[in-house]
């Protein structure tokens, strides 16, 4: 099984930045694909973002590329979501998500930490 925590989530102005991190746990973390999806109040969840552990392969969202950009520092078992430019339309709860097969059912998600921009 694994564990995913996340943080770094708060309240912020359209145009400002923001850093969350999601610390995994759990056996065969090499073997899970790490990933992002955020859902906003009202709306179905979402995919923003994905990334494998040995980082040659990243994939985003339309509405984040560009401004948002994922990471690993894998000796920390940590990914990381770096969101710059924020838009009010970002304002989601986001969660990190891993999965073994693919994205349409991940089997494992955090708890999820809630991101509120301001316009």
């Known amino acids: 099984q694994v564990q995913l925590v996340e943080s770094g989530g708060g309240l912020v102005q359209a145009g400002d930045s923001l850093r969350l991190s999601c610390a995994a746990s759990?056996?065969?973390?090499?073997?899970?694909?790490m990933g992002w999806f955020r859902q906003a109040p009202g709306k179905e969840r979402e995919f923003v973002t994905a990334i494998r552990w040995s980082g040659d392969i990243t994939y985003y969202a339309d509405s984040v590329k560009g401004r948002f950009t994922i990471s690993s520092d894998n000796a920390k078992n940590t990914v990381f979501l770096q969101m710059n430019s924020l838009k009010p339309e970002d304002t989601a709860v986001y969660y990190c998500a891993a999965t073994r097969t693919n994205w349409s059912n991940p089997g494992y998600w955090g708890q999820g930490t809630q991101v509120t921009v301001s316009s």
């Open positions: 759990g056996r065969a973390l090499s073997s899970y694909r």
